[in-house]
Structure formats: structure tokens, C-alpha cells
């Protein structure tokens, strides 16, 4: 299982936000989740439904996260594993992020992804082979 680019929990959201305030912040996502070679892992599917059905500023109903969901079964979802968690611990020590961030590095390097899509980390920082870019910058 492979992947060229990971996609972070925001983009997700903002994909699937009915927000006024993140119109084009939605667009933008949209557009990345049409591009081939996209992967994610199962804790920015957990984290996204939580936070769709938690935040009531993105207006995002119980109904509509699941189809965003199983819109997401083409693409590879890497499973949070011991290993991964123990990578992530790793990353977390070397670059001084934060677990639940050095987590979603781990899962975008064990994917192949050399580009994290996000806007939680340092855009443009290289984490041991992979690169931030933030797409709503």
C-alpha cells in the first residue's frame, strides 16, 4: 500500500465544512481530493468524524461525515499499528512536535508520501523525507 501525498485531518474537514467562513478554504481541499496517489491513515479518519460531529461552526451532520467517508474507500488508509506508534514516538523526540503530530509524519513516510498536505505543521519543513505544504496559504 502506497501513496504519493498524505492528507492531513483539515483538509478533510474543510472539505466537508458547510461554514461560510471556509468557503475557499473548501475549494481548495475539494481539489486535492480529486488528485490520484492520495493516502491518509485511520487516525485522520478518526479524528475528521470527530471533529465533524463535535464542531457545530462547520455544520457538518453525522449523515454527511459518513459519506465523505466511504467516499475515502478507493484510496489506502494505513492502520495505526504498534509500529507506527513507535516511529511516531521517535519523530516526536527528533523534531519536538507533538505525538499526535509526529503520528501522521509516520504515516505519510510508511506510505511512500513524500508531500504531507496540511496546515498543522511548518509548511515547507522536511520531516526525515517528508514535506509540509500547506495548501491554504
Known amino acids: 500500500m502506497t ?15 458547510a461554514a ?14 480529486t488528485q490520484p496517489g492520495i493516502g491518509f491513515s485511520a487516525q485522520v479518519l478518526q479524528e ?10 462547520l455544520c457538518i451532520a453525522h449523515t454527511t461525515a459518513l459519506e465523505i467517508l466511504r467516499a475515502l474507500a478507493p484510496f489506502p488508509v494505513l492502520p495505526v499499528t ?17 505525538y499526535w503530530d509526529a503520528a501522521i509524519v509516520a504515516a505519510a513516510a510508511e506510505l511512500g508520501c513524500h ?7 511548518n509548511a515547507g ?13
Not at 501525498?5 to 466537508?16: M, R
Open 82 to 98: 504498534r509500529e507506527l506508534v513507535l516511529t511516531a514516538t521517535a519523530i516526536r523526540e527528533r523534531h519536538r512536535i507533538s
Open 20 to 33: 461560510v467562513e471556509d468557503l475557499t478554504k473548501r475549494g481548495i481541499a475539494r481539489s486535492l481530493l
Open 3 to 17: 501513496a504519493e501525498c498524505f492528507i492531513d485531518t483539515n483538509v478533510l474537514l474543510y472539505a466537508g465544512s
Open 48 to 57: 475528521f468524524y470527530h471533529a465533524a460531529v463535535c464542531k457545530k461552526r
Open 125 to 137: 519543513q522536511d520531516y526525515d523525507g517528508v514535506t509540509v505544504v500547506n495548501p491554504f496559504a
Open 115 to 121: 508531500t504531507l498536505y496540511s496546515e498543522d505543521l
